[in-house]
């Protein structure tokens, strides 16, 4: 009888610390949830999503994908014990016109970030990058906001970008 209680408290034991170790992203379309697990878990949202859907992610690491539609992308927070990292460069670049805009928050970028393109009021807050650019000359990127982000390497804007920044720390302005 003890082996068997003390089996089970094993499997329940080790059950818990593999959850605990399992990122997560949440997509919401219409109010529905659908969970994709794994570091290829905000690819798979990602693909999945439509304009103005919400995917939320949770602590962790997470493999990055570029961005091409008006979605709300959620972690943590940047100043959690464990919070959200997407590992790897990636671009922003929505090319969708609409009433939806590009949202991210609470999350820390391990690579280059490139913001481009000719869309309009994308939206960032309480996030830490390592660079910002957009270097491109065409890029016309319109009303960008940077509110409490921090940018440890450099933020570069680049063609006819409009930024304005709120409360945030750039280590070092690009031309």
């Keep these: 009888m003890k082996k068997l209680l003390l089996s089970v408290v094993a499997i ?51 493999n990055a994908t570029n961005i091409t539609k008006a979605i709300t ?3 943590v927070g940047i100043d959690n014990d464990n919070p959200t990292y997407i590992e790897g ?17 609470g999350i820390r970028c ?7 393109g000719t869309f309009s009021n994308p939206y960032f807050v309480k996030c830490q990058f ?6 491109d000359p065409s890029d016309a990127v319109e009303n960008v906001m940077v509110v409490n982000c921090k940018v440890t390497e450099f933020f570069r804007q680049g063609g006819s970008t409009t930024v304005s920044l709120v409360n945030s720390y750039i280590a070092e302005p690009g031309v």
């Design 73 to 75: 992308l959620r972690g």
């Design 12 to 62: 329940i034991v080790a059950s818990t610390s593999f959850a605990q170790n399992t990122v997560v992203a949440s997509l919401s379309h219409e109010g529905k949830p659908t969970m994709f697990y794994g570091v290829g878990a905000l690819q798979q949202a990602v693909a999945a999503a439509e304009s103005g859907d919400i995917i939320s992610l949770s602590s962790g690491t997470f």
């Design 130 to 135: 390592w660079r910002i650019n957009g270097i």
């Design 89 to 105: 460069g990636f671009d922003i670049n929505v090319t969708e016109e609409g009433s939806n805009r590009f949202t991210m928050e």
């Design 110 to 116: 391990k690579a280059q970030v490139r913001v481009g």
